[in-house]
């Protein structure tokens, strides 16, 4: 398989601040990669360095086998669907679409054919003649998708290209995306916050903290064997287990992760664990209640289904789960 | 609770607020007025009898054209210069971070708080100094120094407005740096430039004090006014450059004013 984007150890330092310390990365060709983290993480920056906004203060980086540094952004084959998607507010939207080529020189009636199918493709044709101010998000971003698109990039490089949207919009734009990157079998690399997002869409997730790739895997390794204390937590909101709690377990790992999801409010059923305890809270969350259980100090959640009646604060209770759901980890 | 009667002035301000344009605007319809007057010598009210023929005697008086092409050569020479270094300035303020950019914003705006008396006195001894003969060029420097200040003024707000992602978007669509200036900056500073042109323009062509500290021999439209009112002759003449001034200064500043309004919703970020 063919590489798309290569970090080899590469860093970007900002005076003291290491937005980006000694990243490894290995993105293959039309994969959807997701680089997920909290604001200040390193994802945009990583994201600005293949883009070429930003050149490394160290390591090296290839885009499909070229080495990158100190190539511009406009000699490089990606192209960017921006945050706040800068369309340009002086151009109508078939104008927009078209700039990449029209910088390129292409012929003015090739120009509008390719812009006119670009927006087709994103589902506003007719719209070329309008302006973005005249647009709302949505549609701005589709827009800002077809500018990118138009120029058959090998990577198209998203910037959190949801996150101004509503749920429902975003729920609508996330599967579009994933089918529009299936179709043409163009490399995503998106960066976002939100780990729902990454969980559904990506092919592998990079989770990003303090400049460095916590762990970097299939969405279900991330989610399941959260590597750290920080990807138990900012992916789904993991309990960790201190190694006290973990030798009660009789385990042999320093720390476990355990999802709130595979904990029951219930007497341990054959082969189960179960750890006793207090009910110190909980909220309601839909389809589920949110559960918190005091464990000798330790603050446990537990997914309880909505419809099971929760004790009141303060009763005793019996939490279970499978040993097989717990999950060693490296560190915490 | 706002009732509709509160928002209204009363008379006594109305009045006061009349007179108070009055009292800016009359004195200018004067000097109109004298130039149709048949009085040569004095400015007596009410004139006298009225004529056209001041229009006559100035179009062929040699040394009005004079002054006119030299002042119109000046504000023009003044107002490019001011446009390249004001605008390459105001991008380098607003669109990048570097030590001491607070700093070269405000020494870039300090001539224009400056009495003109001080820029004027101390471009001439730096003159001297550097033994630079007074010419047309040095006319040009000295205007130069606060027309960049309204070029600049102008430009910096239009930039500031421009979101970064927007020049990133351009290059990233693979358009290089004089590509992403001449289709994407410059059509969003466009009217700023235009404005702060104009502005400029204006600035030079009535500019009197620092002129006199930095010209030769010449004389520009203002400054030969001024010696013409010191040495009476064919007085209304004066009478007919002054409104020639005021429409050639009033015209372009009435223009900056409407596009820097409209230029509201171009600048926008499209956010």
Do not use: F, N
């Given at each position: 398989m063919t590489t798309a984007v290569l970090f080899d150890n590469v860093s970007r330092y900002f005076g003291a601040v290491h937005a980006v310390d000694r990243v490894n990365l290995d993105i293959a060709e039309g994969e959807f990669f997701a680089m997920l983290?909290?604001?200040?993480?390193g994802k945009t920056t990583c994201l600005r360095l293949m883009a070429g906004f930003e050149q490394p203060t160290g390591g090296h980086i290839e885009i499909f086998g070229e080495?990158?540094?100190?190539?511009p952004p406009y000699r490089r084959s990606v192209n960017t669907v921006f945050q706040d998607y800068a369309l340009f507010p002086h151009l109508s939207i078939l104008d927009n679409v078209a700039y990449g080529l029209m910088v390129k020189g292409g012929a003015r009636e090739e120009r509008r054919k390719a812009a006119e199918d670009a927006l087709a493709m994103v589902?506003?044709?007719?719209?070329?003649?309008?302006?973005?101010?005249?647009?709302s998000g949505g549609q701005r971003q589709r827009v800002a998708l077809a500018r990118a698109l138009v120029n058959k990039p090998k990577v198209l490089l998203l910037d959190e290209?949801?996150?101004?949207?509503?749920l429902k919009l975003r729920e609508q734009m996330q599967e579009e995306l994933k089918s529009l990157q299936k179709s043409l079998g163009i490399t995503f690399v998106f960066v976002t916050h939100d780990q729902g997002e990454a969980l559904s869409m990506a092919d592998r997730i990079a989770v990003f903290n303090e400049g460095r790739i916590q762990q970097l895997g299939r969405p279900e390794e991330v989610y399941n064997?959260?590597?750290t204390r920080f990807v138990a937590d900012f992916v789904g909101s993991s309990n960790v287990l201190s190694t006290k709690l973990c030798q009660r377990l009789g385990l042999k790992a320093a720390f476990a992760s355990l999802r709130p999801e595979a904990i029951a409010l219930a007497a341990p059923s054959n082969g189960a664990l179960s750890l006793a305890g207090t009910i110190a809270g909980q909220s309601f969350l839909g389809a589920t209640n949110r559960v918190f259980v005091d464990v000798d100090g330790a603050r446990i959640a537990v997914a309880s289904p909505a419809a099971h009646a929760v004790p009141p604060i303060g009763s005793p209770v019996t939490i279970s789960f499978a040993a097989r759901d717990l999950h060693p980890m490296e560190d915490a | 609770m706002r009732s509709e009667k509160s928002n209204r002035a009363p008379l006594g301000l109305k009045v006061a607020a009349a007179a108070g344009l009055a009292f800016m605007h009359v004195p200018i319809l004067l000097i109109f007025l004298y130039a149709f007057?048949?009085?040569?010598k004095s400015y007596q009210f009410p004139p006298p009898d009225l004529t056209t023929q001041w229009f006559a005697v100035a179009w062929d008086r040699p040394d009005v054209w004079a002054a006119l092409t030299l002042s119109v050569k000046v504000a023009s020479i003044a107002t490019a210069v001011a446009l390249v270094l004001g605008t390459l300035c105001a991008a380098a303020v607003s669109q990048t971070r570097f030590f001491g950019r607070e700093t070269i914003s405000l020494l870039v705006i300090l001539p224009i708080a400056l009495p003109g008396i001080i820029t004027g006195i101390a471009l001439r001894s730096a003159f001297s100094m550097a033994d630079i003969p007074f010419s047309f060029w040095t006319i040009v420097l000295g205007h130069a120094t606060f027309c960049i200040v309204v070029v600049y003024n102008n430009a910096v707000a239009r930039f500031r407005r421009i979101s970064g992602s927007l020049i990133e978007a351009s290059m990233d669509l693979g358009a290089d740096g004089f590509q992403t200036f001449r289709y994407v900056i410059l059509p969003n500073i466009g009217t700023a430039l235009l404005a702060g042109g104009m502005l400029a323009f204006a600035l030079s062509f009535d500019e009197v004090i620092v002129t006199t500290f930095t010209a030769g021999q010449q004389s520009t439209l203002p400054i030969w006014m001024l010696e013409e009112l010191i040495r009476p002759r064919q007085r209304p003449v004066t009478n007919v450059v002054a409104m020639i001034v005021v429409v050639v200064t009033f015209l372009p500043i009435l223009g900056a004013y409407y596009l820097t309004r409209d230029g509201d919703q171009i600048a926008g970020a499209g956010k």
């Open positions: 983290g909290p604001s200040g993480s080495t990158a540094e100190g190539v589902k506003l044709p007719g719209y070329g003649t309008r302006r973005p101010g005249q647009l290209p949801l996150g101004a949207l509503d064997q959260p590597k | 007057t048949t009085e040569e």
